[in-house]
């Protein structure tokens, strides 16, 4: 086990660091817009459906511990936008999964599923506060949608953060494209998820969507 471990750490800033080799010696293409959802390649449609700085309730209110502690927390919304096609989501695809986060001084973090310690010490009695929260899908049905919330604690953070990039696929492991939810100014967003909560209008939101994809430099032909 101890081999294993050692192997997965050491990769994988390997390959972050290809990536970023490539990312300088060649040219990005980078497109941005306004808006809170990726139809990606697998056909299905990936959504900040909100987020802030708050509690989650996770026990009807006025129950012990029924607001969890502190938090940065993201919802998000999976559809399978296939017309004909039952599939499994390529991205965000496990709730035991982390998706990364980097502010905007370069710092990485890891938005994560809630534990035990955030919803007062046992799940006796607890939901997420989303529809389906403790449903873990496999493959979906044409249409079919799913929840999902995770979070940061907010002593996670550093100071001064200003933005923070939400990456459905990075760079890391030679992909030639990334895709990242970019929020302006994250933590000034103060609001609790509470249970049917309506999900605001994508335009409350300050996010951006963005793409970045490498493309081979251009081989000067010589003379």
Same mark, same amino acid.
């Given at each position: 086990?101890?081999?294993?471990?050692?192997?997965?750490?050491?990769?994988?800033?390997?390959?972050?660091?290809?990536?970023?080799?490539?990312?300088?010696?060649?040219?990005?293409?980078?497109?941005?817009?306004?808006?809170?959802?990726?139809?990606?390649?697998?056909?299905?449609?990936?959504?900040?459906?909100?987020?802030?700085?708050?509690?989650?309730?996770?026990?009807?209110?006025?129950?012990?511990?029924?607001?969890?502690?502190?938090? &940065?927390?993201?919802? &998000?919304?999976?559809?399978?936008?296939?017309?004909?096609?039952?599939?499994?989501?390529?991205?965000?695809?496990?709730?035991?999964?982390?998706?990364?986060?980097?502010?905007?001084?370069?710092?990485?973090?890891?938005?994560?599923?809630?534990?035990?310690?955030?919803?007062?010490?046992?799940?006796?009695?607890?939901?997420?506060?989303?529809?389906?929260?403790?449903?873990?899908?496999?493959?979906?049905?044409?249409?079919?949608?799913?929840?999902?919330?995770?979070?940061?604690?907010?002593?996670?953070?550093?100071?001064?953060?200003?933005? #923070?990039?939400?990456?459905?696929?990075?760079?890391?492991?030679?992909?030639?494209?990334?895709?990242? &939810?970019?929020?302006?100014?994250? #933590?000034?967003?103060?609001?609790?998820? #509470?249970?049917?909560?309506?999900?605001?209008?994508?335009?409350?939101?300050?996010?951006?969507?963005?793409?970045?994809?490498?493309?081979?430099?251009?081989?000067?032909?010589?003379?």
């Amino acid at each position: 086990m101890r081999r294993r471990t050692f192997s997965l750490v050491f990769v994988v800033p390997v390959l972050i660091g290809c990536a970023a080799l490539a990312r300088g010696q060649g040219n990005t293409r980078i497109q941005e817009e306004v808006g809170n959802s990726f139809l990606m390649d697998d056909n299905f449609e990936y959504s900040v459906a909100d987020y802030g700085v708050g509690r989650f309730q996770v026990r009807p209110a006025g129950k012990e511990n029924s607001l969890s502690p502190q938090v &940065f927390w993201v919802k &998000f919304r999976i559809v399978n936008r296939a017309e004909h096609s039952i599939q499994r989501p390529r991205y965000v695809a496990s709730a035991f999964n982390p998706i990364r986060a980097t502010d905007n001084w370069g710092n990485n973090y890891w938005l994560r599923r809630p534990e035990v310690s955030e919803v007062g010490g046992n799940w006796h009695g607890a939901t997420l506060p989303i529809p389906d929260a403790e449903e873990s899908k496999g493959a979906y049905k044409p249409g079919e949608l799913s929840w999902d919330l995770r979070i940061i604690h907010q002593k996670d953070f550093v100071e001064s953060i200003t933005e #923070l990039r939400i990456y459905l696929v990075g760079h890391e492991y030679n992909n030639t494209k990334s895709c990242y &939810f970019k929020i302006a100014q994250p #933590l000034a967003r103060q609001r609790s998820l #509470l249970r049917d909560q309506a999900d605001p209008e994508p335009s409350e939101l300050q996010i951006k969507l963005v793409t970045e994809t490498l493309q081979a430099p251009v081989t000067k032909r010589k003379h």
